[in-house]
């Protein structure tokens, strides 16, 4: 792995750089579009600490475990900083199987094959300063005398949260209670710069007319001002994923006001099965998909990685949160809803198989909304941006 982070270095459009920043994450959709948003925001950063010229490429290339497309940006002439940003695939219980998932989110944001067998700690000497983030973000200096203040400063930044770095994942059960803020205001207060939801970047791809799906109308146009809908996440995880009658009754509503819905996703019924009435351009490519929810009027989704997605478009989303905390991922401007009502709490990792099975014993997630609620929910949303309303006492709940 170091020798392909040299080859990349090495390349001739990376002539000027004089100075390498590294980003490391491991994780899902969500956690790319975070590593990325981290590693623009390193760039800006540390092109300003060193008076670099400000280009306008915000990541040199990225490195994770697919290749499906050419870089979204490289360096322009003469510039000095650098960042390669990193992402392991992986699920750290055994039967947490989120690769599969990232194929899409790879074909986005363009990548070199890199396989993966090894951990952060081996790569931070290719780098003139190395970040593993893990929702809080450790810097390492490679020359320590040159930045003993910066080094000094990161150091004291993370030791009030070392808990939560050193006893990743598994004491992100405690976020929520302890820390009470979102992982961009960690990542920003630990790392010694602001990181925000404005770094968050996908480029797309406009959909090929008429290729995916069951509908008859043309992607071409024909899907502007819908409503995208998602089921499922985290693998074959089930506590992410709402009841069916839950997006059915929402479909159904939404459809009874004459607003299309359009569910994306993964083509793989036994994950994520079809919703009754939505138009199924689940299995596009990513891009694509971003393209479609960027065309969309709102986005309704369960907390998850297509809502980062809509945020970097600028589509605001109605999100439903279950085992995960509002505290921590709730982006400003979308509705996030959660009953909040489990004994548990947002329990992720509270135990080695949170996404598959409810340590309560619930079938599913009980903060989860019920359907007139999800449903109501979307509706308001859509009616503060000036939609329809319904009266909801007129909908009836599909089994």
């Given amino acids: 792995m170091r020798d392909k982070i040299e080859q990349i270095k090495a390349l001739p459009a990376h002539r000027g750089v004089t100075f390498w920043v590294g980003c490391f994450k491991m994780g899902g959709h969500g956690d790319s579009l975070t590593l990325c948003a981290f590693a623009r925001a390193a760039k800006r950063y540390w092109q300003d600490k060193l008076g670099a010229p400000n280009g306008s490429g915000p990541v040199s290339r990225v490195v994770t475990s697919w290749d499906r497309a050419e870089p979204d940006s490289r360096p322009h002439e003469g510039e000095r900083v650098g960042v390669i940003a990193i992402r392991r695939v992986v699920g750290m219980p055994d039967d947490y199987d989120v690769g599969g998932a990232q194929r899409g989110i790879d074909a986005c ?15 931070a000497p290719c780098f003139d300063v190395f970040y593993d983030v893990r929702y809080t973000a450790r810097a390492i200096f490679r020359d320590q005398e040159r930045f003993t203040v910066e080094a000094g400063e990161a150091r004291d930044s993370l030791d009030h949260y070392r808990w939560l770095h050193d006893g990743f994942p598994w004491a992100c059960s405690h976020m929520d209670e302890r820390c009470g803020m979102s992982q961009w205001d960690l990542m920003s207060i630990t790392a010694g710069f602001d990181v925000t939801p404005d770094d ?45 009658d839950v997006p059915n009754l929402i479909t159904e509503t939404l459809l009874g006001h004459g607003i299309t819905v359009a569910q994306v996703g993964r083509r793989d019924d036994g994950r994520e099965p079809m919703i009754r009435g939505a138009a ?21 989704d369960v907390e998850g990685g297509l809502v980062y997605v809509a945020k970097a478009v600028g589509t605001p989303s109605c999100v439903f949160f279950g085992p995960t905390p509002r505290s921590v991922f709730a982006f400003h401007g979308n509705r996030n809803y959660s009953r909040g009502i489990c004994p548990a709490g947002p329990c992720w990792w509270s135990h080695k198989r949170w996404p598959h099975e409810c340590k309560m014993g619930f079938k599913n997630c009980v903060n989860f909304p019920q359907a007139e609620t999800a449903a109501h929910a979307v509706l308001q949303t859509i009616g503060e941006q000036g939609g329809p309303q319904v009266e909801m006492t007129k909908t009836r709940v599909v089994e």
């Fill in 280 to 300: 199924d351009l689940r299995g596009l490519r990513f891009t694509e998909t971003a393209a479609l929810i960027a065309k969309a009027r709102l986005h309704v």
């Fill in 109 to 123: 944001l363009g990548v070199p094959e890199v396989g993966w067998s090894w951990q952060a700690a081996g790569l």
């Fill in 200 to 244: 968050l970047y996908v480029s797309t791809t406009t959909p090929v007319i008429g290729k995916y799906g069951t509908s008859a109308l043309p992607l071409n146009g024909g899907y502007d001002g819908c409503v995208t809908i998602h089921n499922s996440e985290g693998g074959t995880g089930r506590t992410k994923t709402l009841p069916r």
